[in-house]
């Protein structure tokens, strides 16, 4: 079975920097792309960026790019995003999420829980 | 505003066919494939349709989904009350300045 378990949101100020964590099991996590997935409640979903199979591709959304770092851990089945310089518009829930196949444009099928990021003075 | 259109709500009574439309572009919808996903309150988006019109096993074949140049549809056959749920569809855009995936503004759908 596949799981997703996400860690590390919490309630952070403006300009300050938060580490997220994606402990994948139950599928050959160096076989398929992963990514994070935004959601602000009661809003729609947001794609923040991906990392393919073997991290040779890396891609992000408009309004992360150059502050968010994605990156993962084929050793150990963990997938992370390196959030810096956060503003008050990145609050929403951060999904991880696995990809249908290792490529970074196949599609996306399993979804972890997610974890609530707040950015607030 | 989303790069792919598609309308805030939907509704329909018991037994009845709807469908949800998705505009998008010739770097996105017109060149790759169309995901659909359904996500009930308070709880995490469930794959519905992959690969323009496939459905993943598990799914019910009430669900469909086809695509023509840059539009797609999700069609809802034989509604019923616990189909009541956001629907969202993704692809991956290759647009040259700016490729990444992008999803659909959401459709909120209301079983009357």
């Known amino acids: 079975e596949v799981q997703l378990v996400e860690s590390g949101g919490g309630l952070v100020q403006p300009g300050r920097s938060l580490r997220l964590s994606c402990a994948a099991s139950?599928?050959?996590?160096?076989?398929?792309?992963m990514h994070w997935v935004r959601q602000t409640p009661g809003k729609a979903l947001e794609w923040v960026s991906t990392?393919?199979?073997?991290?040779?591709?890396?891609t992000y959304a408009a309004p992360v790019k150059g502050r968010f770092i994605i990156s993962r851990d084929n050793t150990n089945n963990f997938l992370h995003l390196q959030m810096n310089s956060l503003r008050v518009e990145d609050t929403a829930f951060y999904y991880c999420?696995?990809?249908?196949?290792?490529?970074?444009?196949?599609?996306?099928?399993?979804w972890g829980q997610g974890t609530l990021v707040t950015v607030s003075s | 505003q989303s790069v792919l259109t598609q309308p805030p709500s939907a509704s329909g009574t018991p037994g009845q066919r709807v469908t949800i439309s998705c505009a998008g572009r010739?770097?996105?919808?017109?060149?790759?494939?169309v995901f659909w996903y359904q996500q009930f309150p308070q709880t995490t988006p469930k794959l519905l349709i992959h690969?323009?019109?496939e459905r993943p096993s598990g799914v019910p074949d009430r669900f469909s989904a086809s695509k023509s140049g840059t539009s797609a549809s999700l069609v809802i056959s034989g509604l019923r009350s616990e189909d009541e749920a956001d629907y969202y569809c993704?692809?991956?855009?290759?647009?040259?300045?700016?490729?990444?995936?992008?999803f659909g503004g959401g459709t909120k759908l209301t079983v009357l």
């Open positions: 990392v393919n199979w073997d991290s040779s591709l890396i």
């Open positions: 139950g599928f050959k996590f160096d076989g398929y792309a």
């Open positions: 999420v696995k990809g249908e196949g290792p490529g970074s444009s196949v599609g996306f099928d399993y």
């Open positions: 010739s770097s996105n919808i017109g060149t790759n494939f």
């Open positions: 690969r323009d019109n």
């Open positions: 993704a692809t991956w855009d290759d647009n040259l300045s700016e490729f990444g995936w992008v």
